[in-house]
Each structure stands twice: as C-alpha cells, then as structure tokens.
C-alpha cells in the first residue's frame, strides 16, 4: 500500500460518483437498484483512499487530462487532503445506505427524482475534488461544482416561494465568497508567479500582503462555513434540501471549507501571525456563542441543527485560531494540541450532525413534520430513531463518553497552556474564549434537552406524529452506523489521534507524540502529569456500574405498577398541558433578549381567540444584510439613471468607456 | 492493584458518608430554628425505606424514564469518585480530571432534565427548563473556577492540584480566594440549595430539582436522591480538599488515612454547620434573581483567572 493507491482510490471515488450522478438519468427501474449503491460505494472507496493516506503519510500528484493547454489539472493527495477525504467518504456512506429509503417518500411526487439523484453524486464529486486539487484553477472548478450542485439540491423542492428565496440566497452568498476564494489566490498567484498550489507555496509574501490574502480567505471561507456574522444563508438554506442532503451539506461540505481555510492558511501562506490567531478566536467565538443561543430559540428541527451547525463550526475555529496564535508565538506543541482538537471536531461533528439530520429525515419521513411544538412521544412509536437520535444529542452536547466530549476535552486542555504565551492581553484572551466555550458546551446541553425532550419524550402534540411508524431498515442503519462511530470515537480516542497526527506531522511539522505513550487507555495530549483522560475506562465503569446496579437494584420481579401521572395531584395531564419548546427556553430567552429582535405579544384572532405569537429574529439580518441589500439597491437605481432612452447618450456612454479602456491599456 | 482497590473503597465511602452530611445539614439547621429535628441517621432509614418500596410510573413514561435513574447516579457516583476524598494517591482521578468529572455530572443533569420532560407533565418540564438554564450559567463559572487551580498546578488531575497545594507553603495566592468564592457560589446553585432552590419545598412554582423527580417514586426516587445527596458530598469533597488540603493522606497507609478521615469529617462537619447557617438566614430568591448570582460566580472565577495568568504566572 502506498499513496499512490490512495491517489488512485480517491480517483476511483470520483469516478464511481459521477457513474452514479448518470445512472440517475437511466429508466426509473435501473435508476432505483443501481444509483444509490453506487453512491454509497463511492464514500466507502473515498473513506478508503483516505485511511491509506493517513496511514501511509507522504505525497502523490498526478495531471487529469483536462483543464487549460497551459495549465492542465493537479491533483494531489497528502495526509490533509485523506483526512478530510475520509470524512467525506464515511458521512456519504452512511448516507448512500439511508437515501433510497428515504427518496422513495417522494417517489410519484412532483419534483424530479432523477436530478435529484444527478446533483447528488456531482456534489459529491465536487467536494472531493476540491479536497484534491493541486492548483488554483481546478480548486475554483471544483468549488463551483460543489457550490453550484448543491443549489440545485437546495433548490430541489422549488414549488414554495420560501424555498427559492433560501436557494437564491444561497448561491448569491456562494458565490460572494467564491469570489473573496479568488481574489485570495490572486494574491498569492501574483507573489507566487504562478496558480499551481506549488508554486503559491513559495510566495515571498510581506506581512500587509500576507494578511491581505488572510482575510479574503477568511471571508471567503468563513462565509461557507457559516461563520458570524455571515452565516444568515445558512439556517435557510440547509434545512430546505432533503435531509440526506442536509446531512451531507452540514456534516460534510462544512467541513470542505475548514479544509479550504486550513490548506490556504496553514499550508499555502505557512508563515503566520499572531493577529490572525486572535481575529480567528473572536469570530469563532461569536460564531460558538451565537449559534447556540439562535439554535436554542427554534422550534423548526432542522433549522435548529442547521444553527447548530453554525455553532460547532465556531468551535473548530476556535480550535484552528488557537493553533494559529500558538504557532505563531513560536510554541509548535500546543499549536499541535488545537490543531488536533480542531480536527477532531471536525470528525465529531460531520459525525453527529450527519447523525441528527438523518433523525430529522427520519421523522419527517414517518410524521411529515418540522415543527417541534407538534411533535412528541416518538420515542415510542420510533424506538431505534429515537434511542440513535439520543446518542447524537449526548455527543453533541459534549458528553462523556461519547466523541464531541474528547474534541472538548481537548480543546480545554490545549487553552490551559495559556500561561505559556508572552504578555498578559494574550494570555487572557484565551481564558475568556474557553468561559465562551464552557458557556456553549452548557447552552448545547440545553439545546438538546429541549430537542429531544419535546420531540421524543412526553405525549404527542399532534394527529400525524401520534401514528408516526418506524423506518425502514435501510434508514434505520443508516442512522446506526454514525451512532456506532460516535461511541466508538468517543471510547478510543487515542487510535484516532495517533491517525490524525500525520496531518499536523505534515503541516505543522510535529505530531502529539505523547498521546498514546502510556497506552491505548490513557489519553495524554501533553504528559501523565498534565492531564490525562481515560476514556475507554470511563466508559467502561460506567457500564459495568449501570449493568451491576441494575441487577442489585431492579433484580427480581419486582415490576412496576403503572397509573396516570401524579403531577401533584392535579388532574391527569393532556398532551397541551405539557411544557413547549418555547415554554423552555423562556428563561434563556429573557437573559440573552439583548442578542436577538424579539417581538411577542396576544393577538386577537378573526373568530374572537386570543394567541400568543412570538417571534425571534437574527440580528445579522437588521445589522448586516438589510443595510448591504439596501446600498446595493440605491447603487443599482442610480446606476438607472444611465437608462435614459435615448440611442445617442448610450453611444456617448459606449465611446467614453472605450477611450477610458485605451487609456488604461496603453 | 492496590491503588485501585483503594479507589473503589474510597468511592464506597462517599455512597457511604452522602446521606450522614445531609442529615447533618438537617440536624443543625433544626437546631438554629429551635427544633429537636430528626436523627441524623434519618437519610438512611429514608433511602432504605424508598428502596423497598414498590415503585410507580405514569403509564405516559417512557424506557428513558426507567433508566434514567440509574444513569443519573452511576454517572454521579463516578465523578465523586474521581475527587480526591482521603487519599491523593487515586487511580480514578488521573482517569477523570476535572473536565471529566463536570462532563460526568453534565451527563447526569442531561438524564436528570430528560427524565423531567419524560412524562409529560408541565412540572416536570419547568424542572428541566430551570435546571437546563441555572447550569448553563453555572457551568462556565465552575470551569473558569477549576481552571485557575489547574493552571497553577499546570494540571487538571484533582490528585496533582491537590498535592501542588500541599507541596508549596502556604501563601495566599489572590486567584485561589477568587476561585473559591466563585465555586462556592457555583456549589450552592449546583446542589440545589438556598438561595437558588429549595431542597425541602415541594410547593409548586418554586422548585427546580424536586419538579424534575416529582413523578419517581420506590427504588428510583431512592437512587434520584442518593444522586443528589452524592452530588452536595462530591462539591463538599471538592471544596475542603482543594482549598484545605492539610491532613489527606498522600499515600495508602493506615495510620495517614486513619488521621484523614478524622481530618475530613471534621472539616465536612464545619461545611456542613456553614451551609445550614447560610441556609438560615438567606432566603430563596426569585428565580430571574439567579442569574445575577451566578454572573457574579462567573465574574469571579474570571478575575480569579485573570489575577493568575496576569500577577502570577510572570514572576
């Protein structure tokens, strides 16, 4: 094995991914049976290709026999391009194994099937070419392809006008940061001499320069990845599309642009700068801080996992900023330590957030609903749902012993080496982003008692969510598999790290090697005496407790009598007696009211009822974007002005521009 | 091997001592308001009671609510267990550091709140609402708290921070006083005492912890309060070994741990007196009071940091 095989694999996962975006066009009968495993073969040859790069270490390039004359497309596989191959490869598997189940709801319905499954595969094959190339150019292709595919996706239920205007904003905001993407590379070709990858490396950049190119790859990165406060598409456009796509465009084209900003930030500029580290900190800690809370206020699941995703996309900025200021102020070990945290969290989320959306679809799938304030009780009628939906909530909440625990385990510990910085502003920024952190961590437990207490506990709210029934098999695997990994990353973190420390071996030129020194049970980022965390155990005597307790406490036939609800002593509760959503947040609500434009109040209703309507609206809306779209609109009508009708002002226009344009050539 | 046998003995201690300190608490606070109040021994003769007697559910409940109970207090039991109680010389601890041991006790507040909302009932939900909402304002306070001490010590094993503490002489470090006002502000909100809840009220719109186990009854209601007595002795434990660590034994020898466990009742003893003085003569606040006590936690486990990365780190 070597990395030219992975090289070749991933070449075979994008092969296999476009065969499926054609079969998708093929006659319904041979669509059904074949593109869907095909699709799912692909991420499991994708997740292969990457495994054997992180395995092996080292780098394999190879020209595509397309692209420009004079510059014909690289690719190129190293450990960071397997790392984020590999998490594209497992959340598409589980994906591939739950779509068909869930497509056939639609089957008969009036949007078309086949682009469906068409756009699909083209965005999966988007993603891993981005994660692959090796220049500038093919990056932009391959970026549009996955931007471009997954508007189409987004866009994929275009009979409500709600859902064009999310598709609509979402390409716009597309293709805004594309073009901030862009003109960061131009930055660098331009010192570079070149749009090969290889050739920005060397770049002979001045710190103004540098920073320059930072910032539009931030913005432009940033944008995608959600990041506060450009991160309004988001929350419209990730819960519109199906929800296997919404999973995958959470869990994994996310953490596309994390690769984009790590392969651009660490990789091709190399030599970085405390300032950044510090910008990166405080927009991943607005990004963790305001996420959560507009998570916590919606009552529209998927919209919630999709500002929950804004959130842990926070985090892993958190993680990559720390790194960024430790490399900076010349500490590479703890540098590393956030590095990997960040990357950890990368797994995590692609993991949980894959995990939650399939739930999501599960639920959609069987009770047609969104709307958490008529769900309820559906852990009953959707036992193996409802019990992986649990696991997804306990990881994300970053709960031992499940994964989202260890990347914040992690994280804590690399920011606890703060005292190692020079000067006391730094040395205390850093403290205070992780009492955001804890903040966050703390709020996302809130968050997810919510979810999953409305939704899958108590009595259900409604007709359709009380005759929910269960999945299919297919979807109920789907679903398994990202539970089992979660658990699985979470219990033995050690094997995973010392796997993922290739990629900081590579970029940063050292790994954690202290990680697994005392053993795979024992997780020691820095050293034994520093902190350690044994998680295998951990969970371990947390099992055997609960299986010894339950024998000593519940053995024997002592059953349990049932009866109404004591309630004390009132009468027996209705489902509308139970506590809504919006009943329990309240409390968060009016603390943090600050952060959001709230508007409540009674309204009388046409036949004489009162209602209470209440309605939380994101503040980036009224600050950020209604000014820009305001100013663009004044912009464009004085452009107007120009339009006067008249053959001849146009032709004095058109000689102006023309004389403007020789001046400038000449 | 003999380490680890020593840290299970130790976590049995704490199963053992959780019900003796709430029946303390209960004692002196009868004695300040000039009752004879009941034995102390009274937790046991309840717990025991609870467990054999027969066990009720609302037909509405789920499995989670059936489980719950014993994830809330295997969970529990397991973060106490890793906090250094006569011993530093504990396997657990460096299995658990204090990042672990709050997960742990997140994961036991996450069942706790859950099984609130299982039944469907508008108490239990207002339970878990509340809960949900004082630890997320207690949390980042508890863990800017535990920072300071575990940058000082430069870990978070609870094992080494006490020993760093033992080691250096005693010298009042500024951060140290702040980090201990904040955790105890942080303990009282945590363990559902007053002023933020009412352990003994059972009146409706006030209670936080009781709301959330109003629908338990026989062996789980049993568990439920075994877990919360575990939770006052674990944030007692915490308390009185970190800031006062002279007298815990640093190795497993009996004539050491014999003299820690008289050292520590001691010290419980006196905690336990303060709590039922300052639960005598507070009064439960409104529930929108509560987060102005838990920002002044947060602001002082912040400067407690502060003073530390700032004043102390540099000379």
């Given at each position: 094995m070597s990395i030219t095989l992975a090289l070749q694999l991933a070449e075979g996962a994008i092969g296999l991914s476009l065969l499926s975006a054609l079969v998708s066009f093929f006659p319904a009968t041979i669509r059904r049976r074949v593109a869907m495993p095909l699709f799912t073969l692909s991420g499991l040859v994708a997740l292969a290709a990457g495994l054997v790069a992180l395995i092996n270490g080292g780098v394999a390039t190879a020209q595509l026999p397309l692209g420009l004359p004079w510059l014909p497309w690289q690719v190129r596989m190293d450990v960071l391009s397997g790392f984020f191959l590999s998490i594209i490869g497992v959340v598409s598997f589980a994906v591939g194994i739950y779509a068909p189940g869930y497509v056939r709801g639609f089957e008969g319905g009036k949007d078309s099937l086949r682009v469906l499954g068409g756009f699909t595969g083209l965005f999966l094959a988007g993603m891993m070419l981005v994660v692959l190339a090796d220049d500038a150019f093919m990056f932009m292709v391959a970026w549009e392809l996955m931007s471009l595919s997954s508007y189409f996706l987004v866009a994929w239920h275009h009979d409500s006008a709600a859902n064009r205007r999310a598709a609509f904003l979402y390409l716009l905001m597309a293709h805004i940061g594309g073009l901030s993407i862009l003109l960061g590379f131009g930055v660098l070709a331009s010192f570079g001499g070149g749009f090969t990858f290889e050739a920005m490396r060397g770049a002979p950049l001045s710190f103004g320069w540098a920073s320059v190119a930072f910032v539009l790859a931030f913005i432009g990165f940033g944008m995608k990845a959600g990041l506060v406060p450009l991160h309004a598409w988001l929350p419209e456009a990730h819960p519109v599309a199906p929800s296997h796509i919404s999973a995958l465009m959470s869990g994994v084209m996310l953490k596309v642009a994390v690769y984009g900003f790590i392969r651009f930030?660490?990789?091709?500029?190399g030599t970085v700068h405390w300032q950044w580290g510090v910008a990166v900190l405080i927009v991943g800690s607005l990004s963790a801080i305001i996420g959560v809370l507009l998570a916590l206020m919606q009552n529209d699941l998927k919209r919630l996992l999709a500002y929950s995703s804004v959130e842990n996309l926070g985090i892993i900025f958190i993680g990559l900023g720390l790194a960024l200021l430790f490399l900076a102020e010349g500490h590479p070990l703890i540098a590393t330590f956030a590095f990997v945290a960040a990357l950890y969290h990368c797994i995590n989320h692609a993991l949980f957030k894959g995990l939650l959306f399939l739930g999501a679809g599960a639920i959609l799938h069987s009770a047609n609903e969104r709307d958490l304030e008529k769900m309820g009780g559906l852990l009953r009628r959707m036992p193996w749902t409802g019990f992986f939906f649990l696991v997804g909530s306990i990881s994300i909440a970053a709960l031992p012993p499940f994964n989202g625990f260890v990347s914040e385990w992690l994280s804590f510990q690399a920011a606890l080496?703060?005292?190692?910085?020079?000067?006391g502003v730094l040395r205390s920024i850093v403290p205070i982003v992780a009492s955001l952190l804890a903040l966050t961590g703390a709020l996302v437990a809130a968050t997810f008692v919510k979810v999953y207490g409305v939704?899958?506990?108590?009595?259900?709210?409604s007709r359709a969510v009380r005759r929910a029934r269960r999945v299919p098999l297919s979807m109920r695997a789907g679903q398994g598999i990202l539970a089992f990994l979660c658990l699985l990353l979470g219990v033995l973190p050690t094997f995973f790290i010392d796997l993922i420390n290739a990629v900081p071996r590579e970029m940063?030129?050292?790994?954690?090697?202290?990680?697994?020194a005392h053993g795979w049970l024992w997780l020691t980022p820095i050293s034994q005496q520093t902190a350690s965390y044994g998680a295998p155990l951990v969970a371990m005597i947390l099992f055997v407790a609960l299986v010894l307790g339950l024998w000593l406490?519940?053995?024997?036939?002592?059953r349990v009598r049932l009866g109404d609800a004591w309630d004390c002593g009132y009468a027996p509760p209705t489902p509308s007696m139970q506590y809504t959503g919006t009943a329990f947040v309240q409390p968060i609500r009016r603390i943090f009211g600050l952060l959001f434009q709230i508007s409540d109040g009674v309204e009388t209703q046409q036949d004489g009822r009162r209602r209470y309507y209440l309605q939380v609206v994101d503040r980036a809306w009224g600050l950020l974007y209604a000014p820009i779209a305001r100013w663009v609109e004044w912009s464009s009508r004085q452009v107007v002005r120009l339009q006067s009708g008249s053959i001849r002002t146009y032709l004095g226009w058109t000689l102006a521009t023309l004389l403007l344009l020789l001046w400038l050539v000449v | 091997m003999a380490a680890w046998g020593f840290a299970l003995i130790q976590s049995l201690l704490y199963l053992a001592l959780a019900p003796l300190l709430v029946g303390w608490v209960h004692k002196v606070k009868a004695r300040l308001q000039n009752r004879r109040g009941a034995p102390i021994w009274q937790p046991y003769r309840d717990l025991y009671k609870l467990f054999a007697k027969e066990a009720r559910m609302a037909h509405t409940a789920s499995l989670l609510f059936r489980a719950a109970p014993y994830i809330v207090f295997v969970a529990t039991w397991l973060a106490a267990a890793a906090i250094p109680l006569l011993s530093t010389d504990l396997p657990t601890a460096a299995m658990a550091d204090v990042i672990v041991i709050a997960g742990l006790l997140g994961l036991a507040r996450f069942f706790l709140a859950l099984a609130g909302m299982d039944v469907g009932t508008a108490f239990g939900g207002m339970g878990a609402s509340r809960e949900m909402f004082v630890s997320a304002l207690a949390e980042p306070a508890m863990l800017m708290a535990v920072f300071t001490l575990a940058m000082t010590a430069h870990s978070t094993n609870l094992a080494s921070v006490v020993e760093y503490q033992l080691l250096g002489e005693p010298f009042l470090r500024p951060s140290y006083l702040f980090a201990l006002a904040a955790l105890v502000l942080v303990a009282i909100a945590e363990t559902g005492r007053i002023p933020v809840d009412n352990p003994s009220t059972h009146l409706e719109l006030t209670m936080i912890h009781e709301a959330m186990i109003l629908e338990y009854s026989g062996r789980h209601l049993a568990l439920m309060e075994w877990a919360a007595q575990l939770k006052l002795l674990l944030y007692a434990a915490l308390l009185v070994n970190v800031?006062?660590?002279?007298?815990?034994?640093?190795?497993?020898?009996p004539d050491m741990l014999g003299m820690a466990f008289v050292l520590l009742v001691v010290k419980l003893a006196l905690l336990g007196v303060a709590l039922a003085v300052s639960e005598t003569v507070l009064a439960k606040m409104r529930l929108f009071r509560v987060p102005a006590f838990l920002n002044l936690a947060l602001l002082l486990a912040l400067l407690g940091l502060m003073s530390h990365v700032i004043l102390e780190v540099g000379s």
């Open positions: 930030v660490f990789d091709l500029i080496q703060a005292w190692q910085l020079e000067g939704a899958f506990l108590g009595q259900a709210r940063l030129g050292q790994g954690l090697s202290q990680v697994s406490v519940g053995r024997g036939a002592r | 800031f006062l660590p002279w007298g815990i034994a640093q190795s497993i020898r």
